[in-house]
């Protein structure tokens, strides 16, 4: 499945922005969703995961009660709502599609975006 992430952007503390992750190639509905986020000089981290028929959502502390995760599997797209973001959120976004499940680990999923950055000024 190809993933294409967009919605980054610059945006001041306590602001909002919406990422998109539209999917193509091979059934959307049969894939978990995962949105992840990498610093520059850190690792990869998890951010959200949403069940193949978003029923099921998880989150990292750290962002529970300020974004949300959504899919729309007639639009092939996922998407995370960010409000009251903080400088510490600035990263790049990644988009994930895997089968194992609501997992934080990157290596669970298959397919992976090209990611979009999110800059966040204090």
């Known amino acids: 499945v190809q993933l294409q992430a967009s919605g980054g952007g610059l945006v001041q503390a306590g602001g909002s922005l919406r990422l998109s992750c539209a999917a193509s190639g091979r059934p959307f509905d049969t894939y978990d969703m995962g949105w992840f986020r990498q610093a520059p000089g850190k690792e990869r981290e998890f951010v959200a995961a949403?069940?193949?028929?978003?029923?099921?959502?998880y989150y990292r502390d750290s962002v529970e009660g300020r974004f949300t995760i959504s899919r729309g599997n007639a639009k092939n797209t996922v998407w995370l709502q960010m409000n009251s973001l903080k400088s510490e959120d600035t990263a790049v976004y990644y988009c994930a599609a895997g089968r194992r499940g609501l997992v934080a680990l990157t290596t669970h999923y298959d397919y992976w975006g090209q990611g979009t950055l999110v800059t966040v000024s204090s």
């Open positions: 949403i069940s193949r028929n978003g029923g099921s959502t």
